[in-house]
């Protein structure tokens, strides 16, 4: 297995440090971190940043703001059309919807979220980990058939990567997986195909990758060993299993993480059960029952410790009233999991449909709207979007104002360095600008070198120091695609709308002001405060 990139080993250590005991402290750390990553225009690892701020919060239960980390991730994501960052975030926010029992929007990000995983083929460390977020999400809904085959695609990037921590999240929840698709079958009375899961538990384990230090110092490598000696107790084990069991079973009872405690005590359970221990047996599910009476809904592992505490009572007391009531209780939440389960799996594939449709159209309006160079809007998307940005600002009083941005002498660029420099540089242009503007903003490629800022709810003085930021912020950064000490720089016109204005009028003036910038000698914003002759 190689090592990670330099540029995500710390974040794969706050990562494990944030799901083991330290996501306060981690919490604490991120804002410089990201604050640093921002200045740096360092877009991938503010994303991965964000991610670990997703999993502290998830961590500590606090979901709105993991979901309020996840929408983030998303909203920065969108500009870019960065579709990895995107499904990552879509799937990270349908977990945190679904622990929060919120399920039909947690379906609808999670449609979208496997649609963009279906359209990315290449291997990466980003969509590793996003198609794991989804894998988790599916997971508990029970949609276990689907899991499966994401599961079967994080295993194929793992090794395109030859990556140790793709390996061990593909094997530790394929066991984990495998493990619940076995108490479900177990609980509808399938036992030999039960059986076969919980045997797919054990091999998905031991697939694990070992000496993986950041993954060893971890709360993961003990919750394995528990979740291992509960499918060897339900495949027969018995006293063999009980030790391990019990070494192991406090630490992870210490991390609140209630479906492995529940399996602990569950495994502890059927061990005992197996050495007809009966009194310890029906301790040990009892406790398991207690857990899972702490969960915020039912799930298979719980049920499946409330049906083996419902076996023990009758085995201990018979065929009694209240061990009847509560068998008879504990059948009918199977079967009505059973068929709420294959519900789910029908609704998910008929909103996976839509959603796929839903993409194609999406697909077919960017194309006609986005220049395919740099990804932003092109002039067609100026020429429909300002219009309707005119009606708006005359309805509401608010101001408007466009900028025509040009490049100084660009031509330069493609003579000496080349034309596929030059539009690398392009490329690079485009994300800062994006970057620099906030999410109301609209910036487009008009033709060549020149570029178009809408700027809705901004007087001239305002967009003046939106546009003159970005001005200083390009002249200052240093290019990726040109040589370190070659320096861009833009220069601007600026306008403001008036009553009346049309799309041609205020463009117009916006230009007129980009002309006049231009004469009094480049790298600066003119501001249009008035109309052109003949426009009123």
Known sequence: ????????????????????????????????????????????????????????????????????????????????????????????????????????????????????????????????????????????????????????????????????????????????????????????????????????????????????????????????????????????????VVPELRAHLDAVAATERQEPTIVGHLGLARAHANEGETDLALECAAQACAVGDALPRLNVVAVRAYWEYAELLRRVHGPEHTGQAYARLTSRLVRDRWNERRARVTSFDERLSAERLRDELRRRAAAYLTDPLTGLGNRRLIEIRLPELLVESAATGHPLAVAFVDVDDFKSVNDELSHLVGDDLLRELAQEMRAALSPDDAVARFGGEEFVIVLPSRSAEEAFDVVDTLRRRIEERVWNCLPHDRRIRITAGLAQSWHGATRTQLLAAADEALLRAKRQGKNRVEVRVSPLAGDL
């Open 1 to 240: 297995m190689r090592a990670r990139p330099p540029e995500l080993a710390d974040v794969t250590g706050l990562l494990i440090r944030a799901q083991s005991g330290s996501a306060r402290e981690v919490l604490a750390e991120l804002d410089d971190l990201l604050g640093d990553a921002r200045r740096r225009h360092a877009h991938e690892r503010a994303q991965w940043l964000r991610f670990v701020r997703f999993a502290a919060h998830h961590e500590l239960g606090e979901l709105d703001l993991a979901d309020a980390a996840a929408t983030e991730m998303i909203r920065l994501a969108e500009p870019f059309d960065d579709r990895t960052w995107e499904a990552f975030g879509h799937a990270l926010r349908g977990m945190a919807l679904l622990l929060r029992s919120r399920f039909e929007p947690a379906y609808d990000e999670l449609a979208r979220a496997v649609v963009l995983l279906e359209e990315i083929a290449e291997p990466g460390y980003a969509i590793g980990h996003a198609i794991n977020a989804a894998v988790l999400a599916l997971a508990r809904l029970d949609l276990y058939e689907l899991a499966v085959t994401w599961l079967e695609r994080l295993r194929e990037v793992s090794t395109a990567l030859s990556d140790a921590m793709l390996a061990t999240l593909y094997a530790y929840n394929s066991g984990w997986l495998e493990l619940n698709w076995a108490c479900e079958l177990e609980l509808i009375g399938e036992a030999d195909a039960a059986r076969a899961h919980y045997r797919a538990t054990l091999a998905a384990f031991e697939a694990a990758p070992s000496g993986v230090d950041a993954i060893d110092r971890s709360y993961w490598p003990r919750e394995v060993v528990v979740q291992a000696g509960a499918a060897r107790a339900m495949l027969g084990a018995g006293a063999e």
